[in-house]
T-cell receptor, first 113, second 113 residues
Framework: KAGVTQTPRYLIKTRGQQVTLSCSPISGHRSVSWYQQTPGQGLQFLFEYFSETQRNKGNFPGRFSGRQFSNSRSEMNVSTLELGDSALYLC????????????FGQGTRLTVV | GENVEQHPSTLSVQEGDSAVIKCTYSDSASNYFPWYKQELGKGPQLIIDIRSNVGEKKDQRIAVTLNKTAKHFSLHITETQPEDSAVYFCAASTSGGSYIPTFGRGTSLIVHP
């Protein structure tokens, strides 16, 4: 069974640009969550989706948005990139609606210059 | 909101020794506590989890204990091996329909051969 797949693995963007990251969950998983990992702030929750509905959102500005498609694949978008958005963005999928026992992807390393 | 503190930030042990990582949480409503292992260049991997109705859970060389009264939980690794070297994260979460984890800052475990 394939794991959680995130694309691309690495990305370099310029300040002010926007970026879209993609996540394919494990087959059959309908719960998808996104996290930002930085040395300064650690692992922080961004959003959580279940069956195309955003159920929870973390404390991030409106520049961060996401969506989930009918096949459970998810994308997150960051507009007007800032240097501080440089981070490892992690996606996780869960086999249950409670979002427990989550499996993480390898992440997308975003560098904003 | 929930606040999770994790200690120590770095733990160095000899192969075969035991390792203990401790976390405290602030929200008494938290009732799901996963532990993750993150190796260099990879996403976090769930290694064990515990729910608030259980005081201890064991899986081979790994065990987790939970003290709800004191609001702290610990990860115990026995007979450590070099491949146990990684960063370990604890998390605490409350179900508001789905569990959204708040993570500790991580413990870098180094097991010397």
């Amino acid at each position: 069974k394939a794991g959680v797949t995130q694309t691309p693995r690495y990305l370099i963007k310029t300040r002010g640009q926007q970026v879209t990251l993609s996540c394919s969950p494990i087959s059959g998983h309908r719960s998808v969550s996104w996290y930002q990992q930085t040395p300064g702030q650690g692992l922080q929750f961004l959003f959580e989706y279940f069956s195309e509905t955003q159920r929870n959102k973390g404390n991030f500005p409106g520049r961060f948005s996401g969506r989930q498609f009918s096949n459970s694949r998810s994308e997150m978008n960051v507009s007007t990139l800032e240097l501080g958005d440089s981070a490892l963005y992690l996606c996780a999928s869960s086999p249950n609606a409670a979002n427990t026992e989550a499996f993480f992807g390898q992440g997308t390393r975003l560098t904003v210059v | 909101g929930e606040n999770v503190e994790q200690h120590p930030s770095t733990l160095s042990v000899q192969e075969g020794d035991s390792a203990v990582i401790k976390c405290t949480y602030s929200d008494s409503a938290s009732n799901y506590f996963p532990w993750y292992k993150q190796e260099l260049g990879k996403g976090p991997q769930l290694i064990i989890d515990i729910r608030s109705n259980v005081g201890e859970k064991k899986d081979q060389r790994i065990a987790v204990t939970l003290n709800k009264t004191a609001k702290h939980f610990s990860l115990h690794i026995t007979e450590t091996q070099p491949e146990d070297s990684a960063v370990y994260f604890c998390a605490a979460s409350t179900s508001g329909g789905s569990y959204i984890p708040t993570f500790g800052r991580g413990t870098s475990l180094i097991v010397h051969p």
